[in-house]
């Protein structure tokens, strides 16, 4: 059964510190791996879409890992603010095949607060 | 970048009746769109994959009399809530595919919908 596993459930860091979000999936077939954030209300924004062959892709303070071979990913964030406190959620593609099925499979999130 | 809207983005309505919701994809054309419902503090829950110009095809559990989908054009599908419970308040999230295999999907931003 396709999964994805994400850590911490949650996590509370101050303004402007680092922090890393882990990922492991066990999707197969394996098409890319995207990093949302979640604002509260809010539908999913993309920031990072990896395939197989790519082990390192970052969008501004954001910078996400992909070990094909381990099937984990990682999310780190740089310089914390307070306006990255969001849900950050780790979905895995199968390959798009069309005519129905989305092929995700989501992860639970890791819910980020920033404190001042 | 693509651009999936929903309107509204938030309802409230009385029990027993139906509420529309509309995803559009302004810049692209989608030949599959899905639904999703997410309650507080969990994952997306795929309910149904919209395809344009045939039925829809519901997840397991998903009642297709309750939600019913239309997918119309390349650009709209909207979820109809009939006859509308409490339980069914929820935040609804479509999502729009380009079709590419190498394309993800494109988070619209959510309907909050509130049955009193």
């Known amino acids: ?116 | 970048g693509a651009v999936v809207s929903q309107h509204p983005s938030r309802v409230i309505c009385k029990s027993g009746t139906s509420v529309k919701i509309e995803c559009r994809s302004l810049d692209f054309q989608a030949t599959t769109m899905f639904w999703y419902r997410q309650f507080p503090k969990q994952s997306l829950m795929l309910m149904a994959t919209s395809n344009e110009g045939s039925k829809a095809t519901y997840e397991q559990g998903v009642e297709k009399d309750k939600f019913l989908i239309n997918h119309a054009s390349l650009t709209l599908s909207t979820l109809t809530v009939t006859s509308a419970h409490p339980e069914d308040s929820s935040f609804y999230i479509c999502s729009a595919h380009q079709g590419l295999a190498t394309s993800g999907q494109y988070f619209g931003p959510g309907t909050r919908l509130t049955v009193t």
């Not at chain 1, 094909?68 to 798009?96: E, F, G, M, N, R």
Request: with cysteine.
């Open chain 1, 1 to 116: 059964k396709n999964q994805v596993e994400q850590s911490p459930q949650s996590l509370i860091i101050l303004e402007g510190k680092n922090c890393t979000l882990q990922c492991n999936y066990t999707v197969s077939p394996f098409s890319n791996l995207r990093w949302y954030k979640q604002d509260t209300g809010r539908g999913p924004v993309s920031l990072t879409i990896m395939t197989f062959s790519e082990n390192t892709k970052s969008n501004g303070r954001y910078t996400a890992t992909l070990d094909a071979d381990t099937k984990q990913s990682s999310l780190h964030i740089t310089a914390s603010q307070l306006s990255d406190s969001a849900s950050y959620i780790c979905v895995v593609s199968a390959p798009y095949s069309g005519g129905g099925a989305d092929g995700l499979t989501f992860g639970k999130g890791t819910h980020l607060i920033i404190q001042p």
